[in-house]
């Protein structure tokens, strides 16, 4: 059963790791966790942004893990238990992955007061889960629920996958009242994205953040061509972002503690003031409010 969350205030110096952050930490922590043995679990505290699960350590230890997927912003860890272990990042969450004991006693000192939870692996390798915030969480939850899940079961498509066509667009847009931005932003329409990345897709597909949603479908609830042009910006700047190793503003890092570099290719997100990048332009950049959300475009060139 899913905690009561508590409210998080919208601070404009705190970013959660969207999708592209989120893939690159599952890819970093693949080859320590895909296939390993929990041997043992440290567990800190007894709580991070919810109680930590009941019976959270002795439930994972023991434990193979088969494979780690990621479903919109969140980490799925499936054990042959048949449990999944759910994490998500927050806003100051990250991983570091260390190969084996004599490492990770090297860097013990590392951040250590906001080690909340650490997995001690078979192979000798240890991964450990620092939050200072600790806006993240892990919660267990049977493989048989997963699908109905509160978290899970009202995501949106996948912005990666084929599920994401300007159809699907058109018939979730029609009729839609609601900003162009937070119709993107909402989870349940696409699964991953967040601000950065649809500021960023908005920009490369010309759109005003302001206009309303529904100028993606028709009258008869046909994709517009703007539906058209936007699909593959999304997709061409997450699998950038991606190949960049995310955007590191403040917090999000690699699981090996590098940061990602995306942030130096921003159109317009953080931009504020600058000349618009793109050719022949001579537009500047402007930040407005949306939803309690900082949004960056082009008033130029983005209509």
């Known amino acids: 059963m899913l905690p009561a969350p508590i409210r998080q205030r919208h601070d404009e110096c705190l970013l959660m790791p969207e999708l592209p952050e989120v893939e690159i930490v599952r890819r970093g922590l693949v080859p320590a966790l895909e296939g390993k043995v929990f041997d043992r679990v440290d567990q800190h505290r007894p709580d991070l942004r919810f109680p930590l699960p009941t019976r959270f350590a002795p439930r994972l230890e023991g434990q193979k893990v088969e494979r780690l997927e990621r479903r919109g912003k969140y980490l799925l860890a499936h054990l042959a238990s048949g449990d999944v272990l759910l994490m998500h990042l927050g806003m100051t969450g990250r991983f570091r992955v260390r190969k084996r004991a004599k490492q990770a006693g090297a860097n013990a000192a590392e951040g250590a007061k906001h080690d ?26 049977d493989r048989s629920e997963l699908a109905q899940h509160p978290l899970l079961g009202n995501l949106g498509v996948e912005p990666l996958s084929e599920a994401l066509t300007p159809e699907y667009l058109a018939a979730r847009a029609r009729g839609k009242k609601v900003s162009l931005k937070s119709f993107l932003s909402d989870q349940r329409i696409i699964a991953g994205l967040g601000n950065i990345y649809v500021c960023e897709a908005l920009y490369r597909a010309g759109l005003s953040p302001t206009r309303a949603a529904s100028t993606l479908a028709t009258a008869t609830g046909e994709p517009t061509e703007d539906a058209t042009a936007l699909v593959p910006e999304i997709r061409a700047v997450l699998q950038d972002a991606i190949r960049a190793k995310g955007s590191s503003l403040r917090d999000y890092r690699q699981a090996n503690g590098e940061r990602g570099g995306f942030q130096n290719r921003f159109g317009v997100y953080n931009r504020t003031g600058k000349r618009c990048p793109r050719q022949g332009c001579g537009g500047k950049i402007e930040r407005i409010v949306q939803a309690g959300r900082s949004t960056f475009y082009c008033p130029r060139c983005q209509n």
């Open 116 to 141: 909340h939870v650490v997995f001690h692996m078979q192979d000798g390798g240890h991964i450990t889960y620092n939050d200072p915030r600790r806006f993240g969480f892990m919660l267990l939850i």
